[in-house]
């Protein structure tokens, strides 16, 4: 682990690249590192929820491990991953990004959160072949950050009103250098998105 650690560091960044090499190394290694991380602190959390603590105050968090009473019986992990492919595969909607059709998927996508944070199904019988209840958990866990995901990058993408590196708005195509400021986004009940506050840089500037 350390090893690639070292191998990782490197300059794995940019606006516009590639899905090989250095890129896919930094994506399975920081990935890695990013599990470690969230299950050691899963289970510094174990039984806090139980007893009544703070900790339960993490709400949508626990979407797809544990569902709520008259959950949607139709959700499932499968649908909500096939929805959300729906959205942002094709490349009418991912790749040449409009507002309109920005606005259209974000109403899907918010849609199913709100499904999914009602309690999406992760056990119980679901699936019901051979699959485990540990199994079941962790694939709706991923289908809920699915969703999550597909929502920030869509959040994001309807601010950035340019077309900058793989960022392509097919009704504001042109580089806009005003926002050369990366975005932040969070949240998952409500979304927010905002600018960087670190002032925006020029290679040039960087070398002097």
Not at 166 to 174: F, L
Request: charged share 25%.
């Amino acid at each position: 682990m350390r090893r690639s650690r070292r191998a990782c560091a490197g300059p794995a960044f940019g606006g516009f690249t590639g899905g090989g090499s250095h890129n896919a190394a930094w994506a399975l290694s920081s990935g890695t590192w990013a599990g470690e991380g969230a299950a050691a602190y899963a289970a510094a959390k174990r039984g806090t929820a139980a007893k009544g603590g703070a900790e339960r105050g993490e709400g949508v968090g626990v979407a797809g491990l544990n569902p709520a009473s008259g959950a949607d019986k139709e959700l499932t992990s499968e649908l909500v991953t096939r929805l959300v492919q729906d959205e942002v595969h094709p490349y009418d909607k991912n790749y040449f990004r409009t507002e309109a059709g920005l606005e259209a998927s974000l109403a899907n996508l918010d849609d199913l959160w709100d499904r999914v944070a009602a309690g999406l199904r992760g056990g119980d019988g679901y699936p019901p072949s051979g699959v485990g209840q540990a199994t079941a958990l962790f694939r709706a866990r991923e289908a809920a950050a699915m969703v999550a995901h597909a929502r920030w990058m869509y959040n994001a993408a309807r601010e950035r009103t340019e077309t900058r590196g793989m960022h392509k708005r097919a009704d504001h195509p042109q580089l806009d250098p005003a926002q050369r400021q990366r975005r932040f986004v969070g949240g998952l009940a409500e979304v927010w998105n905002g600018l960087d506050p670190v002032k925006p840089y020029s290679i040039l500037e960087v070398a002097r």
